[in-house]
């Protein structure tokens, strides 16, 4: 069974920084592309980024990009995103998640509040 496990969420204040962790588990971490996405109160699934299973290759969402870093390790089945300068409008559940849409698997989330 695939799990998708995300912890690191909390309150923060406008300009500061979280580290989101994804402990993954049920299926081949290592071969699979991973995701995280996120919704804000109200507004339907945003993908914010994606890493490749080498993590060769990063790709971001306008709105984050030069703020938010994906990485991964795959020697601990683990997906993280280090999320930078954070703003009010970054207050979302973050998932990690198989694919970038409502139809792939995700987890329970992690809730990121960004206010002062």
């Known amino acids: 069974e695939v799990q998708l496990v995300e912890s690191g969420g909390g309150l923060v204040q406008p300009g500061g920084s979280l580290r989101l962790s994804c402990a993954a588990s049920?299926?081949?971490?290592?071969?699979?592309?991973m995701y995280w996405v996120r919704q804000a109160p109200g507004k339907g699934l945003e993908w914010v980024s994606r890493i490749t299973s080498g993590g060769g290759t990063t790709n971001y969402a306008d709105s984050v990009k030069g703020r938010f870093a994906i990485s991964r390790d795959n020697a601990k089945n683990t997906l993280y995103l280090q999320m930078n300068s954070l703003k009010p409008e970054d207050t979302a559940v973050y998932y990690c998640?198989?694919?970038?849409?409502?139809?792939?698997?995700r987890g329970q989330g992690t809730q990121v509040t960004v206010s002062s």
């Open positions: 998640a198989l694919g970038p849409t409502t139809q792939n698997t």
């Open positions: 049920g299926f081949r971490f290592s071969s699979s592309n």
